[in-house]
C-alpha cells in the first residue's frame, strides 16, 4: 500500500506565457532533483518553444536549467512562429490560455493531482479576446466551482515561519472594493479559509487576524464607516459561529502587519501590539502573530507579502477540487530572455503543490 511519504502526486507545470519568463523559470526550478522525489511533473505548453528556451538558456553559459527532453510533456504548438521572447503580444496571450485550459482539463479526468502555472498576462488574455480577470477565475470555472479564493504561502528563510494571506477581493479596480465587501462574500472567504487551513495544513483551531479597511479601521467612524456599519457586525457574528477559532479584529491596517515581519526576520516581540478594542475586537490577544490573515483586498495584502517574501511566496488557488499553485510574481517580460530571472519562488510553489496534494490524499477531513 502507497504511505504518505512514499506518495509522488501527478502535478502538470504550465508555460504560462511563453514569451515571458515562464519557461526560464520552469526550466531553472526543475533543474533541482529533489522535486523528483515529491512528484511527478508533466510539463504543458510548446515542446519547441521550451526546447527553444533551454538551447538560449544553456547558451549563456546557464548550467542549472533542466532538458525538457527530461519530462514528459503535453505539446501544445499554437501560434510558435509568432511567439518573440521579452515581447507579449495577443498570440503568446492565446497560446499561454490554452496551455493552461489543457492542464485544467487533463486534470479534471484524472491525469494530475494538482497544477502549477507559470504567470500570464491578464492584458494579453483580453487581447487574444479572453474576459477573465486572471488564471485563478478559469479554474474555477473550469472546476466548475463558484466559491474559492486567492491564497498567498511564503515560508520565511530566516525563521521558517510561514505567512499565510488570504485575499478577501482580487483583482477589481480599488473603488470597487468597498461595495464588494458584503457579508456574504467575507463569510465565504473566511469558511474557505478555515476549511483550507484545517484541511490542507492541518491546523485544527486556527487563529486568524483580520483587517480593517479605512485607516485606523475606520476610528469609530470618523475616517470610514465600513467598519462600524459592516465589517464589526459580521465578524460579531462570524464569532459565535466558530467559537473555537480565534477571530482578531478588525486590525487597523498599518499595524496589522508589524508581527508577521518581526516573525518573518526573527525579531518577535509578543507583548507591545494589542488590537485596539474601538475597531471591535473583544479577544485578550496580545499579539498579532496568527496561522493566517484576511486582506481585504489586493494590494493591502500583496504589499506586504512580496515586500517580505517575492522570492518565496506562492499564490494558490483555494475551493478547487484540485491543488493549483503558481509563482506569486508575474510575467517580467523586461528581464525575458536575460537569464536572470530567479525561479525560487516557481520551485516553492512546485514544492507546495506536492505537499498540498500528498496531504489531501491522506487527509481525514
Ligand atoms: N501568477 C500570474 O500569472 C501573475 C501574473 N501577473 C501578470 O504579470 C504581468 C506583469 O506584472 P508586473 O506587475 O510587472 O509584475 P512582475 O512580477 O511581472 O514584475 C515586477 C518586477 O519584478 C521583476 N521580476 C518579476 N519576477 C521576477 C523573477 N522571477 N526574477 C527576477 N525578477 C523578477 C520584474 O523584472 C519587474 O521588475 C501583468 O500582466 C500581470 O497581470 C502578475 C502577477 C502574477
Ligand atoms: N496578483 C496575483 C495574480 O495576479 C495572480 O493571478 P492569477 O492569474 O493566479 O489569477
Redesign the pocket.
Known amino acids: 500500500m502507497i504511505s504518505f511519504s512514499s506518495f509522488r502526486p501527478a502535478l502538470a507545470v504550465t508555460m ?1 506565457d511563453p514569451a515571458s ?1 515562464g519557461p526560464e ?1 520552469v526550466l531553472k526550478a526543475l533543474a533541482d532533483p529533489s522535486l523528483g522525489e515529491k512528484c511527478t511533473i508533466t510539463l504543458v505548453g510548446s515542446r519547441r518553444l521550451f526546447q527553444e528556451a533551454y538551447g538560449h538558456l544553456r547558451g549563456l553559459g546557464l548550467e542549472a536549467i533542466a532538458n525538457p527532453e527530461d519530462f514528459p510533456m503535453i505539446d501544445l504548438p499554437i501560434a510558435e512562429t509568432q511567439i518573440q521572447r521579452g515581447v507579449g503580444s495577443a498570440a503568446s496571450g492565446e497560446a499561454s490560455f490554452i496551455y493552461l485550459k489543457e492542464a485544467i482539463a487533463q486534470t479534471l479526468t484524472g491525469h494530475f493531482q494538482g497544477i502549477v ?1 507559470a ?6 488574455w483580453q487581447a487574444a479576446g479572453y474576459d477573465y480577470p ?2 485563478t477565475e478559469v479554474l474555477a470555472q473550469g472546476a466548475g466551482v463558484d466559491r474559492y479564493g486567492m491564497l498567498f504561502v511564503a515560508r520565511s528563510p530566516y525563521t521558517q515561519w510561514q505567512l499565510i494571506t488570504l485575499l478577501a477581493t482580487t483583482h477589481i479596480p480599488l473603488r470597487q472594493v468597498p461595495d464588494t465587501l458584503t457579508p456574504e462574500l467575507l463569510s465565504d472567504k473566511l469558511d474557505l479559509l478555515i476549511h483550507c487551513l484545517q484541511k490542507d495544513f492541518g491546523i485544527h483551531a486556527p487563529k486568524i487576524v483580520i483587517s480593517g479597511l479605512n485607516p485606523h479601521s475606520g476610528e469609530q467612524g470618523k475616517l470610514g464607516t465600513e467598519e462600524r456599519d459592516l465589517l464589526i457586525p459580521w465578524l460579531q457574528k462570524e464569532r459565535l459561529k466558530y467559537p473555537n477559532i480565534s477571530l482578531v479584529g478588525l486590525v487597523p491596517p498599518d499595524t496589522l502587519w508589524i508581527h508577521p515581519a518581526q516573525a518573518w526576520y526573527g525579531h518577535v516581540d509578543r507583548t507591545n501590539i494589542e488590537p485596539p478594542p474601538s475597531a471591535g475586537n473583544t479577544r485578550q490577544e496580545n499579539t498579532l502573530l496568527a496561522d493566517a490573515y484576511l486582506a481585504l483586498y489586493h494590494d493591502q495584502g500583496l504589499i506586504p507579502v512580496k515586500l517580505m517574501a517575492f522570492e518565496q511566496a506562492i ?1 494558490t488557488t483555494i475551493g478547487l477540487p484540485f491543488i493549483r499553485t ?7 517580460f ?2 525575458a530572455g536575460k537569464g ?4 525560487a ?1 516557481m520551485k516553492a510553489a512546485i514544492e507546495l503543490a506536492a505537499e498540498l496534494a500528498r496531504f489531501r490524499k491522506f487527509s481525514q477531513i
Open positions: 504560462g519568463i523559470v502555472t504567470p500570464i498576462a491578464k492584458s494579453l486572471g488564471q499564490n503558481s509563482p506569486d510574481h508575474g510575467t517580467a523586461d528581464i536572470i530571472a530567479k525561479a519562488s
